[in-house]
């Protein structure tokens, strides 16, 4: 399986982009590299991911099912072991949630207050000696 499964079967840059039931999923565990690139990579994509959550490209639902999803998160927790990292998915898969237990305008500010936490914290991730303090509270 290959990191980035996505509609036909195409080749960009040396990825492999292949449609199973018109599902679209990334697996972090087809990612290679040192720890450090893993986490590197990790943060690059989430900020993608919360980016496109902020735009409306995708919804909550399909964040959970492209990445936020079981297998990313233990691989996560078992592999990179970082807290951060943790945090991150940990926001990730309850953003549906909010949608479900919240009136509209208080899961709307409770979402982009989420998205905003996930996109500080991979940006901490990118940049680890600025706002240390400010990301440990983050993922308390």
Not at 19 to 46: C, M, V, W
Not at 78 to 88: M, P, T
Not at 117 to 131: G, H, Y
Request: net charge neutral.
């Amino acid at each position: 399986m290959n990191p980035v499964e996505w509609p036909e079967s195409n080749t960009f840059h040396n990825a492999t982009i292949m449609r199973h039931d018109k599902q679209f999923r990334i697996t972090l565990s087809e990612i290679g590299g040192d720890p450090t690139q893993q986490l590197r990579f990790f943060a690059l994509l989430n900020l993608g991911i919360v980016q496109s959550l902020v735009s409306g490209a995708i919804r909550a639902v399909d964040a959970v099912q492209l990445f936020y999803n079981a297998e990313n998160c233990l691989y996560v927790r078992k592999h990179l072991r970082n807290k951060k990292a943790s945090a991150i998915m940990s926001h990730g898969v309850q953003l549906p949630d909010l949608f479900e237990s919240l009136s509209v305008d208080e899961a709307s500010r409770e979402f982009y207050h989420e998205l905003e936490t996930m996109r500080f914290l991979c940006m901490n991730l990118l940049a680890p000696k600025r706002s240390t303090r400010l990301a440990n509270l983050a993922v308390a």
